[in-house]
């Protein structure tokens, strides 16, 4: 038999959410602990970018925290595209 056929790939994007925190030091320091994970995407860089857009604060007070479980205790790490969607939307808790 013959026949034809087409097949789809889904792939998960921008599922589950994540921890994310920004801890404000006395020294006016910025950390950022995330709970994605970079393997050379450039989180760090990005994530910096952010806050320093949105408060205001120098890209070279600004600390980025990953891969330590002292620092960051849950986190989902990396993948399918998920990084940005999920850790870039992160809000303040009340």
Excluded: C
């Excluded at 921008?14 to 994605?36: E, K, P, S």
């Excluded at 320093?52 to 595209?81: C, K, M």
Aim: glycine content about 12%; proline content about 1%; aromatic content about 8%.
């Amino acid at each position: 038999m013959r026949g034809r056929s087409i097949g789809y790939f889904i792939e998960e994007a921008a599922i589950f959410n994540d921890r994310m925190v920004i801890r404000f030091d006395l020294d006016g320091t910025v950390m950022i602990q995330a709970g994605t994970h970079s393997h050379g995407q450039g989180h760090q860089t990005v994530y910096a970018q952010m806050v320093h857009e949105w408060l205001g604060v120098p890209i070279e007070s600004i600390a980025f925290a990953q891969d330590d479980t002292n620092e960051v205790a849950v986190g989902r790490g990396t993948y399918g595209s998920r990084s940005m969607h999920v850790g870039g939307n992160a809000k303040a808790a009340e």
